[in-house]
């Protein structure tokens, strides 16, 4: 076990130093640096341009920025993001908790609406119902999440005023409310977004899930189950599902970096200050520390994703835990 | 006395999808037999002949397209929703691969404890009694109560199957080929404890099998299966000494002469 979490912390901290490399070469071959929009317009002076890249260390040569760079980064400096006027730490201490409530939520809620979906398109098998959820599940996986947002914010949020159009809380007074009032400001507001990428998850998850019931259905232990007069519901919840669960929840962990990658869309759209407004704002102002910083934490995220779904998917799976196949 | 199952005329189909056009594949055509009260009879076949199509169908768990089931003075085939729950007490089925059909997630336990639970038949401790006595009554111990299927052996797996058949106290069991993934000394094991368990409780056999080697130990009388349809029926013994029909004389060319 130890020696399992050793490799795991290997593997890790060799994946963050490929993506933090690839990060810091793409950057260097992207046009622009972070003054670029203040200083390189005709009205100021050569001189006063390369004082300012001198003092951000700017015009040493890309290796040596990079091995300075490299060995901050080891240390565990992130630098200051310079566009926020603020450390890099506190920037993402500030965005990454509120991304974690939308994509946890939207994880949570999309996970059970879709293995449910599963469920009844498995228990209502080339029915009408299995059909009509098919077709939705396909127009769910196939429509980008950011259209769906901005279907769901022009008509529930412009049009009807069911909820708000953008942000993360009410305006003015609400600072001053009881908790619990707040907290339900809170959900108001990660309604919108919440559910198009919980949309989105459920779709791929009922798809998934669907293929993976409908396989384990014509197992033979199935048909025990029903010899023992099971219902067909008690059927699938007790034997199907169990059997059927496991590959779908490590598909999730799997699928998080994409989720984090519509986060970025969705979170733009709706104003929702997480880590991918924050990325999406750091790229336009060339803030590279802050760049690689969010980069970082995407990529730490799905590899914690995937430790976590592994573990849970063993713990729902006896049979793997106890070994010996 | 009437016999326990009588069997009409039935028919079961599968509709083929692996062409353009979708047609009726007839796996048993017209079938009728009785099964008296204690018997066993064996329904012997090649491959692909519908025996075990016909036993599905008899316990409901395939769809028949025509004919009547009667077990015990009640129709099969039209039974409501709890009918044929309190039918699913009564008659129960032992798979060809237990391997494949013990829940590979649950342990032993919950898995000859589940009939029990859903056909309320014994309380939470007196349930874990049962499952106790199940477990010994097959040869097994009740300690295997907390492993799972994967741990055991083809013979032992089966001997769980048959544990968790009798579970509900049946008094019918279809045994679908019930010994032939077996080795021939296990099949032999596994056989002697179906002819006590008979014995003790009274049971009523339905013995489905390919070849007519394990059939002679077991069966009261053996009706053959071919294409769908029972050729022939006939008590155990005369059907060994003077085969009636080509496929019954096929099947006893085949048995290979091995002393038990």
């Known amino acids: 076990m130890a020696r399992r979490l050793l490799r795991r912390f290997l593997h890790t901290a060799v994946i963050c130093a490929v993506v933090?490399?690839?990060?810091?070469?793409l950057m260097q071959f992207a046009p622009g640096d972070p003054f670029a929009t203040a200083l390189d317009g005709p009205d100021v002076p050569p001189s006063v341009r390369a004082e300012w890249r001198a003092r951000y260390g700017l015009d040493l040569p890309p290796t040596e920025r990079f091995v300075r760079w490299g060995i901050a980064l080891a240390r565990g400096q992130l630098g200051y993001a310079a566009s926020r006027r603020q450390p890099v730490v506190d920037v993402v201490a500030d965005a990454l908790p509120r991304t974690l409530l939308l994509v946890g939520t939207a994880l949570l809620l999309g996970f059970a609406a879709g293995v449910w979906i599963a469920l009844l398109q498995t228990r209502h098998h080339r029915r009408w119902q299995d059909r009509v959820l098919g077709a939705c599940t396909l127009v769910g996986v196939a429509v980008p999440e950011f259209l769906l947002a901005l279907v769901a914010m022009t008509w529930l949020g412009a049009r009807w005023h069911i909820f708000p159009v953008a942000g993360i809380g009410s305006l003015g007074d609400a600072a001053g409310w009881p908790l619990w009032e707040r907290m339900i400001d809170l959900a108001w507001h990660l309604a919108l977004p919440a559910g198009v990428l919980a949309l989105a998850v459920a779709s791929r998850v009922a798809r998934h899930q669907r293929a993976a019931l409908l396989g384990v259905m014509r197992e033979d232990f199935i048909r025990t189950a029903r010899a023992k007069g099971l219902g067909e519901w008690d059927v699938l919840r007790r034997h199907a599902l169990p059997n059927a669960i496991g590959p779908v929840i490590a598909l999730l962990g799997l699928a998080l970096p994409s989720l984090v990658g519509g986060a970025v869309l969705v979170e733009r759209i709706f104003g929702w200050p997480g880590m991918g407004q924050t990325l999406f704002d750091a790229l336009l102002a060339r803030d590279y520390p802050l760049v690689v910083a969010a980069v970082l934490v995407a990529t730490l995220l799905a590899v914690v994703a995937r430790t976590v779904t592994d573990a849970i998917a063993n713990a729902v799976a006896p049979r793997r835990a106890t070994g010996a196949m | 006395m009437t016999a326990l199952l009588e069997v009409r005329d039935l028919s079961v189909e599968y509709t083929a999808r692996d062409a353009n056009a979708p047609r009726a594949v007839r796996a048993v055509d017209g079938?009728?037999?009785?099964?008296?009260?204690?018997?066993?009879?064996?329904?012997?076949?090649?491959?692909?002949?519908?025996?075990?199509?016909?036993?599905?169908?008899?316990?409901?768990?395939?769809?028949?397209?025509?004919?009547?089931?009667?077990?015990?003075?009640?129709?099969?085939?039209?039974?409501?929703?709890?009918?044929?729950?309190?039918?699913?007490?009564?008659?129960?089925?032992?798979?060809?691969?237990?391997?494949?059909?013990?829940?590979?997630?649950?342990?032993?336990?919950?898995?000859?404890?589940?009939?029990?639970?859903?056909?309320?038949?014994?309380?939470?401790?007196?349930?874990?009694?049962?499952?106790?006595?199940?477990?010994?009554?097959?040869?097994?111990?009740?300690?295997?109560?907390?492993?799972?299927?994967?741990?055991?052996?083809?013979?032992?797996?089966?001997?769980?199957a048959i544990a968790r058949a009798l579970a509900v106290e049946p008094v019918f069991l279809v045994l679908d080929e019930a010994v032939s993934a077996l080795d021939v000394l296990v099949r032999a094991q596994v056989l002697d404890l179906l002819a006590t368990l008979q014995a003790?409780?009274?049971?009523?056999?339905?013995?489905?099998?390919?070849?007519?080697?394990?059939?002679?130990?077991?069966?009261?009388?053996?009706?053959?299966?071919?294409?769908?349809?029972?050729?022939?029926?006939?008590?155990?013994a005369s059907l060994f000494s003077a085969p009636a029909s080509p496929a019954a004389q096929a099947l006893l060319a085949a048995i290979p002469r091995i002393p038990w």
Do not use: W
């Open chain 2, 31 to 160: 079938v009728s037999l009785d099964v008296q009260r204690g018997e066993t009879l064996a329904l012997v076949g090649e491959s692909g002949s519908g025996k075990t199509s016909l036993g599905r169908a008899i316990l409901r768990l395939v769809p028949a397209a025509a004919g009547s089931v009667q077990f015990d003075g009640t129709d099969v085939l039209a039974l409501s929703h709890d009918a044929l729950k309190a039918f699913r007490r009564r008659a129960q089925v032992v798979f060809q691969d237990p391997k494949a059909s013990l829940d590979p997630r649950m342990c032993v336990g919950d898995i000859v404890r589940e009939g029990i639970d859903i056909h309320a038949l014994a309380p939470r401790e007196a349930g874990d009694l049962r499952v106790a006595h199940l477990l010994e009554e097959v040869g097994l111990s009740a300690r295997d109560a907390h492993r799972f299927p994967h741990e055991f052996s083809g013979g032992e797996r089966q001997r769980i």
């Open chain 1, 20 to 25: 933090a490399t690839s990060v810091f070469v």
């Open chain 2, 200 to 236: 003790t409780r009274g049971l009523t056999y339905l013995f489905i099998a390919h070849d007519f080697a394990v059939v002679e130990r077991i069966a009261t009388r053996v009706a053959v299966m071919q294409r769908g349809r029972i050729v022939e029926c006939a008590p155990t």
